[in-house]
């Protein structure tokens, strides 16, 4: 396992030796990590658990918001959005249109994550009325109102558009209501993966504060 930080990381590399003896006790400890160290990209509450362990804790504190792409083509793209995802701890990542994703591009953050297909909008607008979730989309066409001090639901589906064409008609009638991100230099798009973790962040100015979590900035 390699220490160098991977691609677009632009922090120091954190993660701990071997824990030193007598080893904690509990069924959430992975053994192998006691002995040899955890290296991963995870909260310090959660070195030397389980991958499973760690996602039982962060099923009991999801937040209810969720994140939907429709037909994204790059990978990478897809699993930056998924890393966002990951630390604002939502609900689920859904993957809309006939293109599935490789999941290289998470770099194992989807293990801890809810990640579904959707084949079709119809069918994945289907889930969101069941589970009676708005549908807020998220990007720069005609109809779209501005995403800065628009009140958002708390339990929503935040849907994304493909790159560069943007959200097809079918995708656009599902929503609830389009929202673009405002933008003051000449570009007419920004990165999708990028789009994703403003939208999240402004989600998250909204309805979560520093007391929803336990963990000071480490």
């Given at each position: 396992m390699t220490n160098e930080p991977g691609a677009g990381e632009f922090y120091p590399f954190v993660g701990v030796g071997p824990h030193p003896k007598p080893w904690p006790v509990g069924e959430q400890y992975d053994q192998e990590l006691l002995e040899l160290g955890d290296k991963r990209n995870v909260l310090d509450e959660y070195r030397y658990w389980t991958v499973e362990a760690i996602v039982a804790d962060l099923d009991t504190k999801r937040n209810p918001l969720h994140i939907a792409v429709e037909n994204w083509k790059h990978d990478l793209n897809i699993g930056s959005l998924i890393r966002t995802a990951n630390a604002f701890n939502v609900a689920g990542i859904h993957i809309?249109?006939?293109r599935d994703w490789n999941r290289r591009g998470a770099m194992v953050t989807d293990r801890?994550?809810?990640?579904?297909?959707?084949?079709t909008v119809s069918d994945f607008?289907?889930?969101?009325?069941?589970k009676k979730l708005a549908i807020i989309g998220i990007d720069n066409i005609d109809v779209s109102k501005r995403l800065e001090h628009r009140p958002l639901p708390r339990e929503c589906v935040l849907f994304f558009g493909q790159e560069g064409s943007g959200m097809s008609d079918e995708a656009v009638a599902v929503c609830e209501v389009v929202l673009a991100i405002n933008q003051y230099g000449s570009t007419r798009s920004i990165n999708a993966s990028a789009a994703g973790a403003i939208a999240m962040y402004?989600?998250?100015?909204?309805?979560?504060?520093?007391?929803?979590?336990?963990?000071?900035?480490r």
């Open positions: 809309v249109g006939k801890y994550m809810s990640v579904r297909h959707h084949p607008a289907e889930w969101a009325r069941e402004a989600w998250g100015l909204q309805h979560l504060s520093p007391k929803d979590s336990d963990n000071d900035i």
